[in-house]
């Protein structure tokens, strides 16, 4: 692993490896709706269309506006994509090809 990350473990190393060996849609749905609940699943879902807005230069109120997110989510996932780890902006680019 090139990237060391201050959460790596074993424990989730494993899970990553459950992650990367899904080949669905439907298998993605099936072992998320076990492993999280309904609301964690949803944040992470808004999450991730805070990060698309924000890679397009939308405004926090129009992200507010088509999210849902508050002020303060759309923040916190801003400060990742400028000084974090680049997860956000590695996954936007692979899918924008």
């Known amino acids: 692993m090139g990237y060391n990350s201050k959460f790596q473990s074993e424990d989730i190393d494993e899970l990553f490896d459950a992650f990367i060996s899904l080949d669905s849609k439907e298998e993605c749905y099936r072992f998320f709706e076990d492993l999280v609940t309904v609301k964690e699943l949803q944040a992470m879902s808004q999450r991730w269309q805070v990060a698309k807005c924000l890679d397009q230069k939308m405004t926090y109120i129009d992200i507010e506006k088509k999210t849902g997110a508050s ?23 692979k899918l924008k090809k």
């Open 71 to 93: 002020a303060a989510t759309i923040s916190r996932i801003n400060r990742c994509m400028a000084y974090g780890s680049e997860g956000y902006k590695r996954m936007i680019d």
